[in-house]
């Protein structure tokens, strides 16, 4: 029997059933969560700032509504019922500060909330806090924050991926049984790989972006982070759906994302790319998870994207040129920080920019405004544009022979901090298997498949059709039940541990 | 940073080298379509994408107040924007000629 000090073990699902259920109240699971939090964060920084007192109120809330009063039945505050939630640093919460970890927007206060946040509270969530990410999401390894570094809770030595590296990491300590992040190459599947923890990257569309800050807008998505595929599918189905404030967000019926997902894979034809060149470790844990699946029922069927080596090139040029038009908004004037030393409007522009964005911001703008430039868009974003057009010929083919596509989530376990931070080249191809998917649209899931011989977590990458997520849901729980996965990370290298 | 910069250049390069058959000529698709495209990729009959959005209604809606947000803004006054002159008063470079006295013509 779980003890209020350890509802935090719990799932969001199982949370919620009991709150719902009035066994627990929504601020004995907050207390048993801030109690975790306040355990683990010293080791691992995930957050850039703890909402506590608006918490506590809130749950106050939640646990009011459920009880009713007056003699007054009380009413389900919904699927999320006081169950404690991160937001990685660039989702609006009206009231609230917004960073996306930069100092460009330092003291910037959300005007009002994103979709997918107030899906979040009407489904009863209760949202403690902001976490780290790389500044404006650039980056996979949470590094490039302009606050601090977030650590890996498997060993505090090593990175916890990124862009979403706090919600990651908060999730696997045991912080919050969910986070919230988005996914613009692999920002949220990458560090949920890292981090030994589910993260989903939705189709394309649906799920709203309205009040989640642009970095590229023809891939980003807002997406869970989970200790459970079931959680991952509840979180999920919680946030999507059309909304008249994104026009790019799709009017297609979400369905019911957890009803069928313990009917199990029999039968179900499982695509694995040809074109994947692995060593090593992630081999042999690679071959594993295919023999895994095969046990489950699942058909293997090779498939070919011979384009899938140039995706990262692919990738950063489309993201890095959609980047420099959506960061020209920062400067200095309409909001964020200004250069206190700007004594004219160009040098409000120039010094607001240079003393606000961080070096690898400043390389995405640059590379970004080298490939629409006159006389280069042609052989930079245009080629782009055509190679992405064979890649997604080639995965549609490939969806034509299977149902899911599987590949590693990354082409290996956490790396150590600083070990990549000098060569961006290097760091990018960490998104090597998770690009294809945000350029085509497609959903993808990342789940845990096991540990290298670091203990250090390794993960699957399943993705479906477009807008076959309960699909994905449904191989991804079956994978999880054959790896009998559990988040119990180690915080290797810390002081003391945090068990 | 122009050394890294250049690195990533000579890796985005590759793109060059692709044989990219039909696809490759310029613009033959755009990131903007990702949506259509997707759709395209679900089997099924052919015709409008499934989940398309509809046109919302060319009518105006109620938006947040304009203080909500001229209160992030670094500067405002009397509800705009301010910022420091686009040229400030300065005095004249050194290399300006003095203006002529008398003289004339």
């Known amino acids: ?499 | 940073m122009a050394g890294q910069l250049g690195k990533i250049v000579d890796y985005i390069d590759q793109l060059q080298r692709l044989d990219v058959g039909a696809a490759g000529a310029v613009g033959a698709e755009k990131p903007s379509v990702a949506v259509a495209a997707a759709a395209a990729a679900t089997p099924g009959p052919p015709g409008p994408a499934p989940h398309a959005a509809p046109e919302a209604d060319d009518v105006p809606r109620p938006c947040l107040p304009r203080e909500s947000f001229l209160a992030n803004a670094p500067a405002a006054q009397d509800g705009f924007l301010l910022v420091p002159e686009v040229r400030p008063a300065a005095p004249p470079p050194a290399h300006a000629a003095p203006a002529p006295k008398g003289g004339g013509q």
């Not at chain 1, 799932?11 to 059933?17: C, F, I, N, Q, T």
């Not at chain 1, 560090?191 to 799920?207: D, E, I, N």
């Not at chain 1, 596509?405 to 790396?415: D, I, L």
């Open chain 1, 1 to 499: 029997m779980t003890g209020p000090g350890d509802l935090w073990e719990l799932s969001a699902e199982e949370l919620a059933r009991r709150i719902r259920g009035r066994e627990v109240s929504a601020v004995a699971a907050l207390e048993s969560a801030l109690a975790r939090t306040a355990r683990v964060e010293p080791l691992i920084r995930a957050y850039l700032e703890l909402f506590e007192e608006p918490a506590r109120a809130r749950a106050r809330e939640i646990d009011a509504q459920l009880s009713g009063g007056r003699g007054m039945a009380g009413a389900d505050p919904g699927p999320l019922a006081g169950v404690p939630v991160v937001l990685k640093d660039n989702l609006s919460l009206a009231g609230h500060r917004l960073t996306c970890a930069s100092r460009i927007l330092e003291g910037y206060v959300a005007p009002y909330t994103a979709t997918a946040v107030q899906r979040l509270l009407d489904a009863g969530a209760v949202i403690v806090g902001r976490a780290n990410m790389d500044e404006f999401a650039m980056g996979s390894s949470c590094e490039n924050s302009a606050y601090h570094e977030t650590r890996n809770p498997w060993d505090v030595g090593t990175v916890p991926g990124g862009s979403s590296g706090g919600p990651a990491a908060a999730v696997a300590a045991g912080s919050v049984a969910l986070g919230f992040g988005s996914d613009t190459g692999g920002s949220i599947r990458q560090p949920a790989a890292l981090c030994g923890v589910v993260g989903v990257k939705p189709t394309y569309g649906r799920v709203s972006r309205y009040g989640l800050v642009a970095f590229a807008s023809s891939t980003d998505q807002i997406g869970p982070i989970a200790r459970g595929v079931r959680d991952a599918a509840l979180g999920t189905q919680v946030i999507a759906g059309p909304d008249a404030n994104d026009s790019t967000c799709a009017e297609h019926p979400v369905g019911d994302l957890l009803a069928a997902i313990e009917d199990g894979i029999a039968g179900m034809r499982v695509g694995v790319v040809r074109e994947i060149d692995l060593e090593g470790e992630t081999a042999a844990s690679f071959e594993a998870a295919l023999a895994a699946l095969e046990r489950a029922g699942a058909e293997l069927v090779p498939v070919s994207i011979p384009s899938l080596g140039a995706a990262i090139a692919v990738y950063y040029v489309i993201a890095t040129s959609e980047a420099s038009a959506n960061l020209a908004r920062f400067d200095g004037v309409r909001y964020g920080r200004r250069s206190p030393a700007a004594a004219s409007l160009a040098e409000v522009y120039f010094d607001s920019r240079s003393e606000g964005f961080g070096a690898e911001v400043k390389r995405r703008i640059m590379l970004g405004t080298f490939a629409l430039s006159s006389g280069y868009y042609e052989a930079y974003y245009g080629r782009a544009c055509a190679v992405l057009a064979q890649m997604r010929g080639e995965l549609t083919a490939a969806f034509r022979l299977a149902d899911v596509v599987v590949t590693p989530t990354t082409p290996s376990a956490a790396f150590r901090l600083g070990e990549k931070l000098d060569d961006p080249l290097a760091m990018y191809l960490s998104d090597i298997f998770t690009t294809p998917a945000s350029l085509v649209g497609l959903p993808a899931v990342a789940v845990p498949s096991g540990l290298d011989s670091r203990g250090l977590p390794l993960s699957l990458q399943i993705m479906g059709r477009p807008f076959e997520e309960a699909t994905v849901f449904r191989a991804a729980r079956a994978f999880e039940q054959q790896v009998g996965w559990n988040v119990a990370p180690s915080f290797r290298g810390a002081e003391a541990g945090a068990g």
